[in-house]
């Protein structure tokens, strides 16, 4: 077998003209009159196909051999080989690189009796070899340029490497900060998540996705996984129609109106279903309502899932549900490839929902232009320059810095003095060159990201001394093994913590999460920082309070004593690649922080779910009696809000104007706001708006954001910004799943964070 087919991009005919296969074996499938319409395409090519061919386009397998060694003679991976070679496999996962790519679709194409070529998936959540920071992160950039521009880094360093399709973006919207896989989404607000996700599937396929540098989308996880139950990973989900409509899918409308060309459904079941089996999400919502025309791929063997959640007896039966229900594709789980052929065979199963699936899976892979060259991503020069390409470096440095946000300043404490300063740099994230990485991250090299430590390296007039203190975690670390977090004090390193730490003029401290302390199937129950290092921190507190707190987590973290005691606190999350110099240039004014999170900070666990926008009770405000909706241990506010961060400079918001105070469901509303940089830097705010609904005939949040813009105010520059709302930001869901929109009256609130906001009323008219 020649496994190794050249150097150079090979168009489909020659492929096969090199192979031998042509004539007879390939029927002539592969129509290549170019004025046919994908549709016309497909459809002949359907008409061609087996029923095992058809659930062999909906089945998808993990990449099961390293194409440089040898094939496997037994197990899994030989079925799984002898099924890529029998035409039973539509996509590969967790293949990738051009030579491993090329050899699995070298057998799609060259092997097959129909030719048709494997669409390659892989989990390019933040980048794939040069990583931009975690997407919680970037999502408290608020800076949808720069959250597209990161996208379109990871599709191209993706794509080189032989990719055509990203299970990215995840939208999930989320309250509970237990849950490991905030990390991975936009936060807690439907309006910002839309915007992302937006922005996101924007950066991966590009204008258009027949180029080689783009990739196919996926908008995960079909739906409501964001709110598992006690934040605990793969559980119940039990929300009304209301919350589901106006909060959770208004990301993944947001995904299909932009195009995304996929959707990955979920381990969640939703009110009693398992999502992956619910045709009420995939069919009626999805393919109905929203008229989705591309394909749904089942997350990892969640069609199984379907059988100890106790909705299927059998994979039989789970195959029927799934596929019934518009499950299109079946990750891993080979349920589809071993049942659904029998059953459509038996009348179980229509064939029609086969050619339904597939049909949607052809058309994205004509429209990736996989029919017109196979190969078309698999060039390995390009792979050469494209993967970690220098100018990939700044672009994710730059979305870096912008997803930094200042949660505390005491006495401009920060930005660092340049020259003729002590510095002290303590904890064991300090030089970490991991963690910064976050999780998902498969495809790029362990130790890569730039620590602080290296960052703060590079500013030579100041001393820097380091010191870890303790460390994190024990032994080795890994994506998919559990974590071991270090309980023993070491008092010897702890001593030379302490010895820097007395003689600086200010004690840099980096603490916060391992880069797989959140991600998938990371859940905690709590959320302070984990292991010795709130003990670290105290103890260095006793011998120097001039500290600068910089957190590295993927998730909100609760720190009330750090917030009540150290005079400045910095958010870095995990940044990725560039982490430590983006750190660095903020904490030296190089950049001034414009960043405001996505997610509400509780003060404790207890308060969780926290999220601004809640709802009023019967009960909101009555403190001087005992019986109101309250807790008698904790404040009702959270630590730090929604929308909340701080700047190097300060701004203040003026002269809010609503222009029509009586206006028609039909109007536009405009609305302004004057904003001024009273500080002494120039600097970028979030200017956000939020409105609420007085009353409705069911309650509406207290708060809901409804527009933001970035803007940048040279210092005592001062600009009008204006925004304008229409019935498409005032009205909601019903719960009936109906948009409404009610007459009545209205609040609008701007500000720069969801709780500090000028206010003011209109009324809205039929
Ligand atoms: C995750 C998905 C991911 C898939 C493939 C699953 O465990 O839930 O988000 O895309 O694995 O790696």
Same mark, same amino acid.
């Given at each position: 077998?020649?496994?190794?087919?050249?150097?150079?991009?090979?168009?489909?005919?020659?492929?096969?003209?090199?192979?031998?296969?042509?004539?007879?074996?390939?029927?002539?499938?592969?129509?290549?009159?170019?004025?046919?319409?994908?549709?016309?395409?497909?459809?002949?090519?359907?008409?061609?196909?087996?029923?095992?061919?058809?659930?062999?386009?909906?089945?998808?397998?993990?990449?099961?051999?390293?194409?440089?060694?040898?094939?496997?003679?037994?197990?899994?991976?030989?079925?799984?080989?002898?099924?890529?070679?029998?035409?039973?496999?539509?996509?590969?996962?967790?293949?990738?690189?051009?030579?491993?790519?090329?050899?699995?679709?070298?057998?799609?194409?060259?092997?097959?009796?129909?030719?048709?070529?494997?669409?390659?998936?892989?989990?390019?959540?933040?980048?794939?070899?040069?990583?931009?920071?975690?997407?919680?992160?970037?999502?408290?950039?608020?800076?949808?340029?720069?959250?597209?521009?990161?996208?379109?880094?990871?599709?191209?360093?993706?794509?080189?490497?032989?990719?055509?399709?990203?299970?990215?973006?995840?939208?999930?919207?989320?309250?509970?900060?237990?849950?490991?896989?905030?990390?991975?989404?936009?936060?807690?607000?439907?309006?910002?998540?839309?915007?992302?996700?937006?922005?996101?599937?924007?950066?991966?396929?590009?204008?258009?996705?027949?180029?080689?540098?783009?990739?196919?989308?996926?908008?995960?996880?079909?739906?409501?996984?964001?709110?598992?139950?006690?934040?605990?990973?793969?559980?119940?989900?039990?929300?009304?129609?209301?919350?589901?409509?106006?909060?959770?899918?208004?990301?993944?409308?947001?995904?299909?109106?932009?195009?995304?060309?996929?959707?990955?459904?979920?381990?969640?079941?939703?009110?009693?279903?398992?999502?992956?089996?619910?045709?009420?999400?995939?069919?009626?919502?999805?393919?109905?309502?929203?008229?989705?025309?591309?394909?749904?791929?089942?997350?990892?063997?969640?069609?199984?899932?379907?059988?100890?959640?106790?909705?299927?007896?059998?994979?039989?039966?789970?195959?029927?549900?799934?596929?019934?229900?518009?499950?299109?594709?079946?990750?891993?789980?080979?349920?589809?490839?071993?049942?659904?052929?029998?059953?459509?065979? %038996?009348?179980?199963?229509?064939?029609?929902? &086969? =050619?339904? #699936?597939? *049909?949607? $899976?052809?058309?994205? !892979?004509? +429209?990736?232009?996989?029919?017109?060259?196979?190969?078309?991503?698999?060039?390995?020069?390009?792979?050469?320059?494209?993967?970690? %390409?220098?100018?990939?470096?700044?672009?994710? &440095? =730059?979305? #870096?810095? *912008?997803? $930094?946000?200042?949660? !505390?300043? +005491?006495?401009?404490?920060?930005?660092?003095?340049?020259?003729?300063?002590?510095?002290?740099?303590?904890?064991?994230?300090?030089?970490?060159?991991?963690?910064?990485?976050?999780?998902?991250?498969? #495809?790029?090299?362990?130790?890569?990201?730039?620590?602080?430590?290296?960052?703060?390296?590079?500013?030579?007039?100041?001393?820097?001394?380091?010191?870890?203190?303790?460390?994190?975690?024990?032994?080795?670390?890994?994506?998919?093994?559990?974590?071991?977090?270090?309980?023993?004090?070491?008092?010897?390193?702890?001593?030379?913590?302490?010895?820097?730490?007395?003689?600086?003029?200010?004690?840099?401290?980096?603490?916060?999460?391992?880069?797989?302390?959140?991600?998938?199937?990371?859940?905690?129950?709590?959320?302070?920082?984990?292991?010795?290092?709130?003990?670290?921190?105290?103890?260095?507190?006793?011998?120097?309070?001039?500290?600068?707190?910089?957190?590295?987590?993927?998730?909100?973290?609760?720190?009330?004593?750090?917030?009540?005691?150290?005079?400045?606190?910095?958010?870095?999350?995990?940044?990725?690649?560039?982490?430590?110099?983006?750190?660095?240039?903020?904490?030296?004014?190089?950049?001034?922080?414009?960043?405001?999170?996505?997610?509400?900070?509780?003060?404790?666990?207890?308060?969780?779910?926290?999220?601004?926008?809640?709802?009023?009770?019967?009960?909101?405000?009555?403190?001087?009696?005992?019986?109101?909706?309250?807790?008698?241990?904790?404040?009702?506010?959270?630590?730090?809000?929604?929308?909340?961060?701080?700047?190097?400079?300060?701004?203040?918001?003026?002269?809010?104007?609503?222009?029509?105070?009586?206006?028609?469901?039909?109007?536009?509303?405009?609305?302004?706001?004057?904003?001024?940089?009273?500080?002494?830097?120039?600097?970028?705010?979030?200017?956000?708006?939020?409105?609420?609904?007085?009353?409705?005939?069911?309650?509406?949040?207290?708060?809901?954001?409804?527009?933001?813009?970035?803007?940048?105010?040279?210092?005592?520059?001062?600009?009008?910004?204006?925004?304008?709302?229409?019935?498409?930001?005032?009205?909601?869901?019903?719960?009936?799943?109906?948009?409404?929109?009610?007459?009545?009256?209205?609040?609008?609130?701007?500000?720069?964070?969801?709780?500090?906001?000028?206010?003011?009323?209109?009324?809205?008219?039929?």
């Amino acid at each position: 077998m020649n496994r190794h087919l050249g150097k150079t991009i090979l168009t489909y005919a020659t492929a096969l003209f090199l192979s031998g296969c042509s004539g007879d074996k390939k029927d002539n499938l592969m129509i290549d009159t170019k004025n046919e319409t994908i549709n016309e395409k497909v459809n002949q090519l359907i008409s061609k196909m087996t029923i095992e061919e058809k659930v062999g386009q909906m089945n998808q397998y993990n990449g099961f051999w390293d194409v440089t060694g040898p094939v496997p003679e037994n197990g899994n991976a030989k079925k799984k080989y002898e099924h890529l070679r029998k035409g039973w496999v539509g996509s590969m996962l967790n293949v990738r690189g051009t030579e491993n790519v090329k050899e699995v679709q070298r057998i799609a194409v060259e092997e097959t009796r129909l030719g048709i070529p494997l669409i390659i998936g892989f989990d390019v959540i933040h980048g794939y070899k040069t990583l931009s920071p975690i997407p919680i992160a970037e999502a408290a950039s608020w800076d949808l340029e720069a959250i597209e521009k990161s996208a379109r880094i990871a599709a191209i360093e993706a794509s080189a490497a032989g990719i055509n399709w990203t299970f990215a973006p995840m939208v999930d919207i989320s309250r509970d900060p237990r849950w490991g896989r905030v990390m991975e989404g936009g936060g807690e607000d439907p309006y910002l998540g839309s915007k992302i996700a937006k922005a996101r599937v924007k950066g991966f396929q590009g204008d258009d996705l027949s180029k080689n540098n783009t990739i196919a989308a996926c908008a995960k996880h079909f739906a409501a996984y964001g709110f598992s139950e006690s934040g605990k990973e793969y559980n119940t989900v039990d929300i009304g129609t209301a919350t589901l409509h106006n909060i959770v899918l208004p990301p993944f409308k947001a995904a299909v109106e932009s195009n995304v060309k996929t959707l990955m459904n979920s381990f969640n079941e939703l009110n009693g279903v398992p999502v992956t089996g619910s045709s009420f999400l995939q069919r009626d919502i999805l393919k109905g309502k929203w008229n989705f025309n591309g394909f749904v791929v089942s997350d990892w063997a969640s069609i199984n899932e379907l059988i100890p959640w106790g909705h299927a007896k059998d994979k039989k039966e789970a195959a029927k549900i799934a596929a019934t229900a518009g499950s299109d594709m079946d990750m891993e789980g080979n349920v589809y490839i071993e049942e659904l052929v029998n059953l459509v065979k %038996n009348g179980t199963v229509k064939e029609s929902i &086969l =050619d339904d #699936a597939v *049909k949607r $899976i052809l058309t994205v !892979k004509y +429209e990736l232009g996989l029919f017109d060259n196979p190969f078309r991503y698999c060039d390995p020069e390009n792979e050469k320059k494209s993967i970690g %390409n220098p100018k990939h470096h700044d672009a994710v &440095l =730059d979305v #870096a810095k *912008k997803s $930094i946000v200042l949660l !505390k300043n +005491e006495n401009n404490l920060l930005p660092l003095k340049r020259s003729g300063q002590k510095i002290a740099l303590i904890g064991p994230l300090a030089n970490d060159k991991n963690s910064p990485l976050g999780s998902w991250r498969l #495809a790029s090299d362990d130790n890569t990201a730039i620590s602080v430590f290296e960052g703060l390296s590079k500013y030579k007039d100041n001393s820097l001394t380091f010191e870890k203190g303790i460390d994190l975690v024990e032994g080795a670390t890994s994506f998919t093994q559990p974590l071991k977090i270090n309980n023993t004090l070491n008092s010897s390193e702890v001593n030379k913590a302490l010895q820097i730490a007395k003689s600086a003029d200010v004690v840099v401290m980096v603490l916060g999460e391992h880069g797989f302390q959140s991600g998938e199937a990371r859940s905690r129950t709590e959320i302070d920082l984990p292991g010795l290092q709130q003990e670290l921190l105290e103890k260095v507190f006793k011998v120097n309070k001039n500290i600068v707190l910089v957190l590295n987590n993927g998730r909100p973290l609760a720190i009330e004593w750090a917030d009540k005691n150290i005079p400045a606190i910095v958010e870095a999350w995990q940044l990725g690649t560039q982490s430590g110099n983006a750190v660095a240039q903020v904490l030296y004014g190089d950049y001034n922080p414009s960043g405001k999170l996505p997610m509400t900070f509780p003060r404790n666990i207890g308060q969780i779910p926290i999220y601004y926008n809640h709802k009023s009770t019967g009960r909101p405000n009555q403190e001087s009696h005992v019986f109101w909706s309250h807790y008698t241990d904790s404040k009702n506010t959270p630590l730090y809000p929604f929308g909340y961060g701080l700047s190097y400079t300060t701004f203040k918001y003026s002269n809010l104007k609503i222009h029509n105070k009586k206006a028609s469901v039909n109007d536009n509303i405009k609305v302004s706001v004057k904003v001024s940089n009273t500080g002494n830097l120039d600097g970028k705010e979030v200017v956000q708006l939020y409105i609420r609904d007085l009353f409705g005939s069911i309650t509406r949040p207290v708060k809901e954001l409804k527009g933001f813009e970035l803007i940048e105010l040279k210092k005592g520059e001062t600009k009008t910004v204006e925004f304008s709302l229409t019935k498409k930001e005032l009205g909601f869901y019903n719960s009936t799943g109906d948009f409404i929109v009610e007459t009545g009256d209205f609040e609008i609130f701007i500000g720069g964070n969801s709780s500090e906001t000028l206010k003011d009323t209109f009324y809205l008219t039929e």
